[in-house]
């Protein structure tokens, strides 16, 4: 029996680097490879269920071409945004069914097929068809930038207490995605040097200095909690099994909890169309008017500047305003003949 499941082992190995790769076995070696270790790797694993169902576990590779590839897209564009609605909940009216965005296509159904595809004819030396992937990745509509007034901060700011308002405020400053100050921790900060670390995307780390107001909020919070930055004061005793919360103690923030801080924060600051992560754009914005996109892109931590150009309005607005400041002069500048000349000796002599 031992050697049999031995057999079975070596050979469910070898499947795995064999030319004619399956998309079974060539999900499982990217898995192991690459997709356990993404940030959000329970999203790749859901991409890569979804991929074996529509194509077939046992579909080889070298099968996989523009026109299945083709289909595939039009399928995924073709079905529908899960309901939100909650059972035994009544509502006035239907909810309307929404199908998949463009962005969502392509984040859940080519993208993932492609890096897989590419990473096995690269990589692993597997047989793979032609594909252009530039034919079948949609077009997604430019990311909005949404800036907030001084006004409306302060207004949202209002609504908010108990260590979500710190970590808002924290955003507003620095320009941090929400999961990197979620798990921004003591380790990663240095008051002595004036910087903190925080982990982006593809679990990338980037060095951010410190302003008065950032040294300030973080001196704050010590104290509160040996490992996290960030806590919130719970607002009641929750019992939930070996865990639980006490009113009035710290606990650290969570994602959840922070949506829902924001999510009921802004209508009642009266503000409209804003999101948590307008505060990235709002930190963003402010620092280009100050300085440039270099300085932009290294603060927000995008690879490409060309990513960073989104935020080039501000410098539209910029100028602007010196347009707007330009007036005529009292007297003409053309510059005499006499006056030429005379700059002339001024260099002779020099």
């Given at each position: 029996?031992?050697r049999?499941?031995a057999?079975a082992?070596?050979?469910a190995e070898a499947?795995?680097?064999?030319?004619?790769l399956?998309?079974l076995?060539a999900?499982?070696?990217?898995?192991?490879?690459?997709?356990?270790?993404?940030?959000?790797?329970?999203?790749?694993l859901?991409?890569?269920?979804?991929l074996?169902?529509h194509?077939?576990?046992?579909?080889?590779l070298?099968?996989?071409?523009?026109s299945k590839?083709?289909?595939?897209?039009?399928?995924?564009?073709?079905?529908?945004?899960p309901?939100?609605?909650?059972p035994g909940r009544?509502y006035?009216?239907?909810?309307?069914?929404k199908?998949?965005?463009?962005a969502t296509?392509n984040r859940?159904?080519t993208q993932?097929?492609?890096?897989?595809i590419?990473r096995?004819g690269?990589l692993?030396?597997?047989r793979?068809?032609?594909?252009?992937?530039s034919?079948?990745?949609l077009p997604e509509?430019?990311?909005?930038?949404?800036?907030a007034?001084?006004g409306?901060?302060?207004a949202?700011m209002?609504?908010l207490?108990?260590?979500?308002?710190v970590?808002?405020?924290f955003a507003?400053?620095?320009?941090c995605?929400r999961?990197?100050i979620l798990?921004?921790?003591?380790?990663?900060?240095?008051f002595?040097?004036r910087?903190?670390?925080?982990i982006?995307?593809?679990?990338k780390?980037?060095?951010i200095?410190?302003t008065k107001?950032t040294?300030?909020i973080l001196?704050?919070?010590q104290?509160?909690?040996?490992e996290?930055?960030?806590?919130?004061?719970a607002?009641?005793?929750?019992?939930?099994?070996n865990r639980?919360?006490?009113?009035g103690?710290?606990?650290p923030l969570?994602?959840a909890?922070?949506?829902?801080?924001?999510?009921r924060?802004v209508?009642?600051?009266?503000?409209?169309?804003?999101?948590f992560?307008d505060t990235r754009?709002?930190?963003?914005?402010r620092v280009?008017r100050?300085?440039?996109?270099?300085?932009v892109?290294?603060?927000?931590?995008h690879?490409d500047?060309?990513?960073?150009?989104?935020?080039?309005?501000a410098?539209?607005?910029?100028v602007?305003?010196?347009m707007?400041a330009?007036?005529?002069?009292?007297?003409?500048?053309e510059?005499?003949?006499?006056?030429?000349?005379a700059?002339?000796?001024?260099?002779?002599?020099?």
């Amino acid at each position: 029996m031992k050697r049999e499941e031995a057999r079975a082992i070596v050979k469910a190995e070898a499947a795995l680097f064999a030319p004619d790769l399956t998309l079974l076995n060539a999900t499982a070696r990217y898995w192991q490879e690459v997709g356990q270790h993404h940030e959000n790797a329970s999203n790749t694993l859901w991409s890569m269920g979804w991929l074996k169902d529509h194509f077939g576990e046992s579909i080889l590779l070298q099968e996989i071409d523009d026109s299945k590839v083709a289909t595939m897209v039009a399928k995924r564009r073709g079905e529908f945004v899960p309901s939100q609605r909650k059972p035994g909940r009544k509502y006035k009216t239907p909810e309307a069914r929404k199908r998949v965005s463009a962005a969502t296509v392509n984040r859940t159904a080519t993208q993932p097929l492609r890096e897989i595809i590419l990473r096995a004819g690269a990589l692993w030396g597997a047989r793979t068809a032609t594909i252009d992937w530039s034919k079948h990745l949609l077009p997604e509509p430019k990311e909005r930038v949404r800036e907030a007034s001084s006004g409306e901060e302060a207004a949202i700011m209002a609504e908010l207490a108990r260590g979500y308002d710190v970590a808002v405020e924290f955003a507003f400053v620095n320009g941090c995605r929400r999961m990197e100050i979620l798990g921004l921790e003591w380790s990663r900060v240095d008051f002595f040097g004036r910087q903190f670390t925080v982990i982006g995307k593809g679990n990338k780390s980037r060095v951010i200095p410190m302003t008065k107001r950032t040294f300030e909020i973080l001196w704050a919070q010590q104290n509160y909690h040996a490992e996290k930055v960030f806590t919130y004061v719970a607002a009641r005793t929750v019992k939930m099994g070996n865990r639980g919360l006490i009113k009035g103690n710290r606990y650290p923030l969570t994602e959840a909890g922070l949506k829902i801080a924001m999510r009921r924060a802004v209508p009642k600051a009266g503000v409209k169309n804003f999101h948590f992560h307008d505060t990235r754009h709002t930190a963003a914005t402010r620092v280009l008017r100050n300085s440039n996109l270099k300085v932009v892109q290294q603060l927000l931590g995008h690879e490409d500047i060309k990513t960073t150009t989104k935020y080039a309005h501000a410098m539209m607005d910029d100028v602007l305003r010196a347009m707007e400041a330009a007036g005529p002069t009292e007297s003409p500048t053309e510059t005499a003949k006499t006056d030429i000349k005379a700059l002339k000796d001024i260099g002779k002599a020099g």
